[in-house]
């Protein structure tokens, strides 16, 4: 590798002291360096004055990683823009959990590993998601983790009917639903009774929140399937959409959502002899 773009969450790595540790380790191996931001910071935030920040979607264009620093929020955030050019993105765990990152803070002298490319590229699904509202699409996105259909503060339930390739699969009242990659399965889908799905599976996961009916259970299709979701009747008409915890939009009754395997995938670097086993065993025993 020879050119590496280093994201920071300014919120988590103050003065960024990670950042430019890693910068000087990538530098003294060969590795030409650049600073972006992947998300905009609120203007009453400092930035760190002797930082040089170059524009994410220009210095896409000619990297070879993208490394992130943060914890999964950050990388999944950042990892959007990468997969689309399909840069390879690694995480630096400087959160709490930080289940999709590939190195903690303490490790970042494996950062070497890179010039002499000595790592393996893991692939992930991704989903994409459309929203009809009256037959007209009105948003599409993607995903690495989730997507989530959620009722809103003020709304008691909301009703959704499921049918994969058309057939019905499921229908309830309850908080909500999240459909899932397997790279996700560890995140709001297993806090809401789902299952850990490893990666190399590549399965869709539908899991109900709270359905108030003793009969949804997750639902575990295969990756070709096309998922459809119909709203029906929410309370005080107040339910949302977020892909990946991003930004909610607002949905109706009647809308419709449907949800494929994405044409692109995240790529994941890895310089660690660990498996996805030993992950989940370290990551959600701590």
């Known amino acids: 590798m020879k050119q590496i773009i280093l994201s920071p969450n300014p919120y988590r790595d103050r003065n960024f002291r990670h950042v430019l540790e890693a910068e000087k380790i990538l530098r003294g191996a060969g590795i030409e360096t650049k600073i972006c931001l992947s998300f905009d910071v609120d203007r009453s935030f400092e930035l760190p004055k002797n930082v040089t920040f170059s524009p994410m979607a220009e210095s896409l264009k000619t990297a070879d990683a993208l490394i992130c620093f943060g914890g999964d929020g950050t990388i999944l955030h950042a990892s959007k823009a990468a997969s689309a050019v399909g840069v390879p993105v690694l995480g630096v765990n400087i959160g709490t959990v930080g289940f999709m990152a590939e190195l903690e803070s303490s490790e970042m002298q494996l950062l ?8 393996t590229l893991d692939e992930r699904m991704m989903l994409s998601v459309r929203l009809y509202h009256e037959g007209k699409l009105i948003y599409e996105d993607v995903a690495l983790n989730d997507l989530l259909i959620t009722k809103g503060a003020v709304a008691r339930v909301i009703q959704v009917t499921i049918r994969c390739d058309g057939r019905e699969a499921m229908s309830f009242s309850g908080d909500g639903v999240i459909v899932a990659t397997p790279t996700g399965s560890t995140a709001y889908s297993m806090s809401a009774g789902g299952p850990i799905v490893e990666p190399r599976a590549e399965n869709i996961l539908i899991t109900p929140i709270c359905a108030h009916d003793i009969q949804p259970r997750c639902l575990v299709t295969a990756p070709d399937r096309i998922i459809e979701i119909e709203v029906g009747r929410i309370n005080r008409r107040n339910a949302f959409l977020s892909a990946d915890g991003g930004k909610a939009i607002r949905i109706y009754t009647g809308d419709r959502l449907v949800i494929e395997q994405a044409g692109m995938k995240t790529k994941l670097l890895k ?14 025993n701590r």
């Open 271 to 284: 310089i660690k002899d660990n498996s996805y086993f030993d992950i989940v065993k370290t990551k959600l």
């Open 112 to 119: 070497k590993k890179l010039a002499e490319d000595d790592y």
